[in-house]
């Protein structure tokens, strides 16, 4: 992500001047999943005026017969702005078809589906759009289709920058740190946001191990009986250890500009590239990601050989860094003080490294068992956990020893009780939002859930939910996961379906360079947008309720950007649910 004042520049250099409100679809007076709906899971639409009526109708089609007949919710209010909502729940109607809703006075709701495998096209798309982010590296038509492109920033040949320079990497000289994703709109790559997203996808594995192998997302390079999920996850996780100083260990925060690219295509940006100064979080984001790799890609010794071994030696290299070096922060004012190269990209800034090191000490734990990684797990037990995030990755230990319980040393197993006991806080408190929001959904229950990336924190909150349900086996916390899909692809104040490519209303305008600069009409799709955001960073003119602070506009990189931590845990949730349905749906869950 592009953070902060720096980015207003970028607007200028847009070749299209937009008009805020001129592209915005007015959203439909009753909303639902875009993408439809599970026979045997929760299902509700939600009505954004408070209508007189007090029952809803399912109509089939073609031939508009009544099948369905709900009595509507109360009038809701979220207390933070002033829509009136009224939710129709038709969980009960369980059969596959084409359906709208019909209410006296109020419009037909837009078509939507119920049938099995409903979220199969999204949870693929959310995928592969890892592929289309994928530096160094042409995208091929026969994969890409009409998003097809050359090769940009080969990265071969990067720039140690003063900040990062050390005895045996003097300042100015080159190194090799090809390949990974670009991280958001820009084509940066920053190790602290991809060691959330490549430890999401791996645990999308680890979780659903059976399902991912018969997941095809159609991308290159694939090797004999790896999942798609562990070949693209593997493209970044090569890129992540070629940014470890192999003289120490120690990791490097970034590869950058100095300046941020114009909106170009990839292999357009020629701008000199540098990894920046080694820091606290980076190293752990590694030691973190690395120790889980080990454990997954320890069973494919003939397709990856030795990639396992190097990773526990790449992870445990950056855990020693760590240990001599626990407090290092990475500050760009601090840094641009220093040197004459002045970096103005993305900070992801970081100065509490707490939670990194207990996510750290609980994959290496996991992986190896040994004290030393536990003692330093315990040693912050009693330490406050929140929704995952980049900068706020100690609950991703939390579902790793969950995860992992049964492979623990004896010794150790007690802990997980007090984990699980913890997730369950959380999970609780989500299932009364969702019980009792305006929409039905889990996100929305505060003000503070419309930031930068609310998105993103709509799906943290499903991971949690799923999490919850795979230990808990309580088909409430899986329910109210899927609420918040639903929000994300149309079941929201806006209408929108915040995936590019995916429902009858998405976005067409993100705040994506390649996007914006291919000639291509639409997006590329599978993209999981920001969505509303009551900040406003980008000083555009946004509706005034929170819930309805998005524009569908190129320039507005802060509700419309796109992220690799947004859409990681997007894949997540969305083959989570298609894995679950079916698991509920034969009554083996």
Same mark, same amino acid.
């Given at each position: 992500?592009? %953070?902060?004042?720096?980015?207003?520049?970028?607007?200028?250099?847009?070749? $299209?001047?937009?008009?805020?409100?001129?592209?915005?679809?007015?959203?439909?007076?009753?909303?639902?999943?875009?993408?439809?709906?599970? +026979?045997?899971?929760?299902?509700?639409?939600? $009505?954004?005026?408070?209508?007189?009526?007090?029952?809803?109708?399912?109509?089939?089609?073609?031939?508009?017969?009544?099948?369905?007949?709900?009595?509507?919710?109360?009038?809701?209010?979220?207390?933070?702005?002033?829509?009136?909502?009224?939710?129709?729940?038709?969980?009960?109607?369980?059969?596959?078809?084409?359906?709208?809703?019909? *209410?006296?006075?109020?419009?037909?709701? #837009?078509?939507?589906?119920?049938?099995?495998? @409903?979220?199969?096209?999204?949870?693929?798309?959310?995928?592969?759009?890892?592929? !289309? /982010?994928?530096?160094?590296?042409?995208?091929?038509?026969?994969?890409?289709?009409?998003?097809?492109?050359?090769?940009?920033?080969?990265?071969?040949?990067?720039?140690?920058?003063?900040?990062?320079?050390?005895?045996?990497?003097?300042?100015?000289?080159?190194?090799?740190?090809?390949?990974?994703?670009?991280?958001?709109?820009?084509?940066?790559?920053?190790?602290?946001?991809?060691?959330?997203?490549?430890?999401?996808?791996?645990?999308?594995?680890?979780?659903?191990?059976?399902?991912?192998?018969?997941?095809?997302?159609? *991308? +290159?390079?694939?090797?004999?009986?790896?999942?798609?999920?562990?070949?693209?996850?593997?493209?970044?996780?090569?890129?992540?250890?070629?940014? /470890?100083?192999?003289?120490?260990?120690?990791?490097?925060?970034?590869?950058?500009?100095?300046?941020?690219?114009?909106? *170009?295509? +990839?292999?357009?940006?020629?701008?000199?590239?540098?990894?920046?100064?080694?820091?606290?979080? &980076?190293?752990?984001?590694?030691?973190?990601?690395?120790?889980? &790799?080990?454990?997954?890609?320890?069973?494919?010794?003939?397709?990856?050989?030795?990639?396992?071994?190097?990773?526990?030696? @790449?992870?445990?290299?950056?855990?020693?860094?760590?240990?001599?070096?626990?407090?290092?922060?990475?500050? =760009?004012?601090?840094?641009?003080?220093?040197?004459?190269?002045?970096?103005?990209?993305?900070?992801?800034?970081?100065?509490?490294?707490?939670?990194?090191?207990?996510?750290?000490?609980?994959?290496?734990?996991?992986?190896?068992?040994?004290?030393?990684?536990?003692?330093?797990?315990?040693?912050?037990?009693?330490?406050?956990?929140?929704?995952?995030?980049?900068?706020? @990755?100690?609950?991703?230990?939390?579902?790793?020893? *969950?995860?992992?319980?049964?492979?623990?040393?004896? =010794?150790?197993?007690?802990?997980?009780?007090?984990?699980?006991?913890?997730?369950?806080?959380?999970?609780?408190?989500?299932?009364? &939002?969702?019980?009792?929001?305006?929409?039905?959904?889990?996100?929305?229950?505060?003000?503070?859930?419309?930031?930068?990336?609310?998105?993103?924190?709509?799906?943290? =909150?499903?991971?949690?939910?799923?999490?919850?349900?795979?230990?808990?086996?309580?088909?409430?916390?899986?329910?109210?996961?899927?609420?918040?899909?639903? !929000?994300?692809?149309?079941?929201?104040?806006?209408?929108?379906?915040?995936?590019?490519?995916?429902?009858?209303?998405?976005?067409?305008? +993100?705040?994506?360079?390649?996007?914006?600069?291919?000639?291509?009409?639409?997006?590329?799709?599978?993209?999981?947008?920001?969505? #509303?955001?009551?900040?406003? =960073?980008?000083?555009?003119?946004?509706?005034?309720? #929170?819930?309805?602070?998005?524009?569908?506009?190129?320039?507005?990189?802060?509700? %419309?950007?796109?992220?690799?931590?947004?859409?990681?845990?997007?894949?997540?949730?969305?083959?989570?649910?298609?894995?679950?349905?079916?698991?509920?749906?034969?009554?083996?869950?």
């Amino acid at each position: 992500m592009i %953070n902060g004042i720096v980015r207003l520049s970028l607007i200028g250099l847009l070749s $299209v001047a937009t008009a805020v409100n001129a592209q915005q679809m007015a959203a439909p007076e009753i909303v639902v999943d875009q993408s439809g709906y599970y +026979p045997k899971l929760e299902k509700s639409a939600v $009505v954004l005026r408070a209508v007189s009526g007090n029952s809803f109708e399912l109509l089939s089609l073609p031939d508009r017969k009544s099948v369905y007949t709900g009595v509507l919710s109360e009038i809701k209010t979220t207390g933070y702005s002033k829509i009136e909502t009224r939710i129709a729940d038709f969980t009960a109607f369980d059969r596959p078809g084409q359906y709208i809703i019909r *209410i006296a006075g109020v419009s037909e709701s #837009p078509v939507f589906k119920i049938a099995d495998g @409903v979220h199969h096209d999204l949870a693929v798309a959310a995928l592969k759009a890892f592929y !289309y /982010q994928r530096a160094s590296s042409a995208l091929d038509v026969n994969y890409a289709g009409k998003w097809y492109r050359a090769a940009g920033h080969p990265d071969t040949s990067v720039y140690i920058h003063p900040s990062a320079a050390s005895k045996n990497r003097k300042a100015d000289s080159k190194i090799n740190v090809s390949g990974g994703w670009y991280d958001a709109g820009d084509y940066n790559k920053y190790v602290v946001n991809s060691g959330i997203s490549t430890s999401t996808l791996l645990s999308a594995y680890e979780d659903f191990s059976d399902y991912f192998l018969g997941l095809e997302a159609h *991308i +290159p390079q694939a090797k004999n009986k790896v999942p798609d999920v562990l070949t693209e996850a593997i493209y970044n996780l090569r890129w992540m250890l070629k940014m /470890q100083d192999p003289t120490d260990g120690g990791v490097y925060n970034k590869c950058t500009n100095l300046n941020f690219d114009g909106m *170009i295509m +990839p292999d357009k940006a020629t701008s000199k590239r540098y990894v920046v100064a080694k820091g606290t979080a &980076a190293t752990l984001n590694l030691a973190a990601v690395a120790a889980q &790799a080990y454990r997954i890609f320890k069973h494919f010794p003939e397709q990856y050989p030795g990639l396992a071994d190097s990773c526990l030696l @790449v992870s445990k290299k950056a855990w020693s860094w760590s240990v001599n070096n626990p407090n290092v922060a990475y500050d =760009q004012d601090a840094l641009n003080k220093m040197s004459d190269l002045k970096v103005t990209t993305g900070g992801y800034g970081d100065r509490n490294f707490e939670d990194e090191w207990t996510w750290a000490s609980a994959e290496l734990l996991a992986s190896t068992g040994q004290q030393e990684y536990y003692d330093a797990f315990f040693a912050r037990l009693n330490a406050p956990v929140s929704l995952p995030s980049w900068n706020n @990755v100690a609950m991703l230990g939390y579902y790793t020893l *969950i995860r992992c319980e049964g492979q623990l040393p004896e =010794q150790y197993k007690s802990v997980t009780s007090i984990l699980k006991k913890k997730i369950l806080n959380h999970a609780d408190r989500y299932l009364t &939002a969702f019980e009792t929001g305006a929409y039905h959904t889990v996100i929305g229950a505060s003000l503070n859930d419309f930031a930068w990336g609310s998105n993103s924190s709509a799906m943290n =909150q499903s991971i949690l939910l799923i999490n919850a349900y795979l230990f808990s086996k309580k088909d409430a916390y899986l329910d109210a996961a899927l609420s918040n899909l639903d !929000y994300v692809l149309g079941k929201n104040a806006t209408g929108y379906s915040f995936v590019t490519g995916i429902g009858y209303k998405s976005p067409m305008h +993100p705040h994506h360079r390649p996007s914006f600069a291919d000639g291509v009409a639409e997006p590329i799709p599978g993209l999981l947008v920001g969505g #509303p955001n009551r900040g406003k =960073q980008d000083g555009l003119q946004y509706n005034a309720e #929170p819930e309805l602070s998005y524009l569908d506009d190129v320039s507005s990189y802060a509700s %419309n950007e796109i992220a690799i931590n947004w859409n990681a845990p997007l894949v997540y949730v969305a083959n989570a649910v298609e894995c679950l349905q079916k698991a509920r749906k034969d009554g083996t869950k």
